[in-house]
């Protein structure tokens, strides 16, 4: 008897409490959200690094992903699209680095063919960092003792010496002066 | 807070209430101290060769996934800054490295925030303590706000994070310093600050500030 005689709130009224009810519940989820993605942010940024690091210094990425006009605080929406960009920007990463890594892979097969069998590929060439070594050096096959090597079928791989000296002056094939860089 | 030699405590700054609630983390520490600037010792250009032979090319790619500069990137991140383009203060000093072949020694001051950054991690910042106005803190600009009280003051977009004292922006966070407010050479007391985010310990604050004042008050 006590529960019906209890006054009970019409809809209007309730609606009333629940809005001013309403923008407090709203803020603090939004700021828990905000934090959740600052959090994925940093996930993302840590990912990236390790690819960074995995790419250096042969697969060619785009890593940068523009800022936001900072230094400011940034709202849920411009949160979330920066982690959009940054999940978007770790997976092309993350498919340069496999699609390098299977051209190295493919190298380095052709590289073993070449070392078994290098009368099937003469005049192949090719660079040290296309097999994933680092340096300027140059695979390639070349004949033994030159043109006698070339008639008797006598074929090796050479790797070239490597890198040319940082400093002075060369000269290029012509034999003009190249300036030192 | 005043600093006599390397005894000085650091001070709490003010982070704004609304900053604290999106960065709970986020401290500003400051310190003030007698220093002129003037040109480094010989010990201190030591330091910053050795610094230059310890530090190569392998460490600078590797940076990024180092602890306190993977902090600060995040952290840059988080307010909308690119740390590719506008690269974190340490991450711009190997940079620098790198290009001029070694950590080149400018003068007093510039050597101290140096050694102080490359060897924690951490940036610091001075201004002319003769400048300051009460505490230092971290907050958003208001509208029609200026960076300083210098004429040539440029103006700030309101909703900037800056660092100010309890008359005007002073720094734009990670940013400029306000004209008129940085040290000269008629600066006899330095106010040091930095910016501490997180997943940056305590301790690395404490010793970049430490390292600074170390060599700005060596005899």
Redesign the interface.
Known sequence: MELLEQDIAGPQEQSAALAVALPAVVETDE?AA??SL?DQ??KL??EL??A??AA?PRAHVN????????????GLG?LER?RDE?ADRLRSARAAIAERAEFEERNRVLLERMRLEPGRHKFVRIAAVDVGEYGCGTYSVRPRLGIVGMLMGWWQVKLSSGCPLARGPGRDARGSTIPAP | MTASGTEAEPAAGVVAP??A??FPALRLRYLELDARPGRSSRGVKHRLKDMSSRFRGPQA??M??EPIP?AY??F???????P???RTPVEEAAVQRLIQGAFRSHNRLDDALLVGLVETGVPIWALDSATVDGKLSIR?TGTAERLGRDARAPALVS???VVADERSPLA????DLAPGHGVTSGTTRMTLFTVQVQGVPEIHVEEALYTCVAILTEE
């Open positions: 700021l905000r934090r600052r942010i940093a940024e840590r690094a390790s960074f690091l250096y890593w940068s992903v523009p800022g936001r006009g900072g230094p400011r605080l940034l411009e920066l940054l | 609304d900053v609630d999106e790619v590797a990024r996934q993977w990137r995040v840059y991140r988080h307010i909308g800054l690119d590719d383009a506008d958003l909703g900037r994070l734009v966070l990670f940013g």
